[in-house]
T-cell receptor, first 112, second 115 residues
Framework: DQQVKQNSPSLSVQEGRISILNCDYT??????FLWYKKYPAEGPTFLIS?????DKNEDGRFTVFLNKSAKHLSLHIVPSQPGDSAVYFC???????????FGPGTRLSVLP | ETGVTQTPRHLVMGMTNKKSLKCEQH?????MYWYKQSAKKPLELMFV???????ENNSVPSRFSPECPNSSHLFLHLHTLQPEDSALYLC??????????????FGEGSRLTVL
């Protein structure tokens, strides 16, 4: 049973537009969420995180929104750039770090 | 089934002990990685091995010593650790040349507790 889901395996967006990557989770014990970006043959790079006490966290072009009641979070990239093309992974963690789960990833392609 | 197996899943050790974590993959990948996952912190890349050669050491203290005898196995030898080293240690592998790209093949992790 997947505890962290990213239902869109791929997404294509035009350069300059907004990219919205979605993530859903099932475990109500998760209270800290992270987004990672991964290029081929490299390890994941941390992008942004959000604690369950917040509903929004912003860092430059990246904003993460958390809807606890819906167990849903999303990553917004504005404006999207060709260099943003990569696979994006959502991850979730419980309060004690005992349970840390990655989603399956969404491949983002930003078209020039 | 992730394709990447880590043992042991749980390890408790004293500060003077010497132990090892093991990672094994039979996915035909040529790159393997060790990460440290502490509570409420982003994943930290520790070591990268590419075709059995260490290509990255992310300023990791010498009390952590990696070993990659072949492309399928990766070890993390632990000695004289500190309590702050308690964390989940994750192994990952990826195809270096050709094949699927961007996928994650993490093991389930080894939960380390240093007393």
């Amino acid at each position: 049973d997947q505890q962290v889901k990213q239902n869109s395996p791929s997404l294509s967006v035009q350069e300059g537009r907004i990219s919205i990557l979605n993530c859903d989770y099932t475990n109500s014990m998760f209270d800290y969420f992270l987004w990672y970006k991964k290029y081929p043959a490299e390890g994941p790079t941390f992008l942004i995180s959000i604690s369950s006490i917040k509903d929004k966290n912003e860092d430059g072009r990246f904003t993460v929104f958390l809807n606890k009641s819906a167990k849903h979070l999303s990553l917004h990239i504005v404006p999207s750039q060709p260099g943003d093309s990569a696979v994006y992974f959502c991850a979730a963690m419980d309060n004690y770090g005992q349970n840390f789960v990655f989603g399956p990833g969404t491949r983002l392609s930003v078209l020039p | 089934e992730t394709g990447v197996t880590q043992t042991p899943r749980h390890l408790v050790m004293g500060m003077t002990n010497k132990k090892s974590l093991k990672c094994e993959q039979h996915l035909g990948h040529n790159a393997m990685y060790w990460y440290k996952q502490s509570a409420k912190k982003p994943l930290e890349l520790m070591f990268v091995y590419n075709f059995k050669e260490q290509t990255e050491n992310n300023s990791v203290p010498s009390r952590f010593s990696p070993e990659c005898p072949n492309s399928s196995h990766l070890f993390l030898h632990l000695h004289t650790l500190q309590p702050e080293d308690s964390a989940l240690y994750l192994c990952d592998s990826s195809q270096v040349a050709g094949g699927p790209t961007g996928e994650l093949f993490f093991g389930e992790g080894s939960r380390l507790t240093v007393l």
